[in-house]
């Protein structure tokens, strides 16, 4: 029996004569958090509206294990939805504004409130409950419409940008309260830029560019399948000149950068020999290994050409 909470099979939408979303698959697994990432057009935020029921595929299936309405949308009191754009009431005090987004989601006024005062405590923000939200900084007002999302404990959370703002203490806490929601039940699905958190944060990650998949899987089935190994980095007296390193067979990459020399192993090779070259041609003050990062690999990946259909 399946564990996915969320079902997308061979999804299209076009737009005039832009394919935005090109036949994208994918499941999101009951309680893990599940990021979605892509430079800009990729066709994320396309994707994350045929979630939410604002627009329809045009071809291919969207489907849930949890309740639906008739036209097959997740029950609006089970989804929670952060957009990348802000769109509170400015001239709204901020516990006010909290406990009306908790009645559109089904909770009494009571709950809601409730709710409220709980949030914006865990917020740092329960001095300003009676403040107009427009009095915010950016980030805070991104902590209130983040808390709005989420105050009646949906059984999925779609994040579009929770980062967006937030300084990195802010950063932190967002991880934490991001977890949480995990722990307690909630099925997250997420949107960012900032790949050192997301690295951090998701449980499986899916990368689209063009409209389409390019990376899916969990960190570690990303590295196998990305054809590198670890880099080595060596710290090493004065400047280093790499010679014809490159053309050793465990080189795939290398970076040379002041003091310090980056090599990006190719999987399947032994280093000994590698090293002795190093030792020969460099004096090396330290050695250490690295395993190639969501940036890294993002960044090599999206860096191509995009999928010629989707262009």
């Known amino acids: 029996m399946s564990d996915s909470f969320l079902s997308v099979r061979d999804v299209h939408k076009e737009f005039a004569r832009v394919h935005a979303v090109a036949g994208v698959t994918l499941n999101v697994d009951q309680g893990e958090i599940f990021a979605l990432l892509g430079p800009n057009g990729a066709g994320k935020s396309t994707l994350l509206r045929m979630l939410v029921g604002i627009t329809r595929p045009d071809r291919g299936s969207i489907s849930w294990?949890?309740?639906?309405?008739?036209?097959?949308?997740?029950?609006?009191e089970l989804a929670g939805y952060l957009p990348e754009d802000r769109g509170l009431y400015q001239d709204v005090t901020l516990e006010s504004v909290l406990a009306y987004f908790g009645t559109l989601r089904g909770m009494t006024r009571a709950d809601a409130m409730a709710a409220s005062r709980l949030w914006l405590e865990?917020?740092?923000?329960?001095?300003?409950?009676?403040?107009?939200?427009?009095?915010?900084?950016?980030?805070n007002q991104q902590k209130v419409q983040f808390a709005a999302a989420v105050l009646h404990k949906p059984a999925f959370a779609i994040l579009d940008e929770p980062f967006s703002g937030l300084d990195p203490l802010n950063q932190e806490l967002f991880l934490g309260l991001v977890r949480g929601l995990r722990d307690d039940g909630t099925t997250v699905l997420f949107s960012a830029h900032q790949m050192a958190l997301v690295e951090r944060m998701a449980d499986r990650i899916f990368v689209m560019q063009g409209g389409r998949e390019v990376l899916y899987g969990t960190i570690e089935q990303i590295r196998e399948r990305w054809g590198t190994g670890d880099t080595l980095v060596?710290?090493?007296?004065?400047?280093p000149n790499p010679g014809t390193l490159d053309q050793h067979p465990a080189v795939a990459?290398?970076?040379?950068?002041a003091e310090t020399v980056r090599i990006t192993l190719r999987r399947g090779h032994h280093v000994g020999d590698l090293l002795g070259v190093c030792a020969r041609t460099f004096v090396i003050e330290s050695v250490r290994t690295e395993q190639p990062s969501l940036h890294d690999m993002y960044i090599a990946t999206v860096g191509a050409p995009a999928p010629q259909e989707a262009a």
């Open 65 to 76: 294990s949890a309740r639906t309405t008739a036209t097959g949308q997740l029950s609006p």
């Open 122 to 139: 865990r917020l740092s923000l329960a001095d300003r409950a009676k403040d107009r939200l427009g009095t915010l900084s950016k980030g």
């Open 253 to 257: 990459r290398i970076e040379v950068n």
């Open 234 to 239: 060596l710290q090493v007296s004065g400047t």
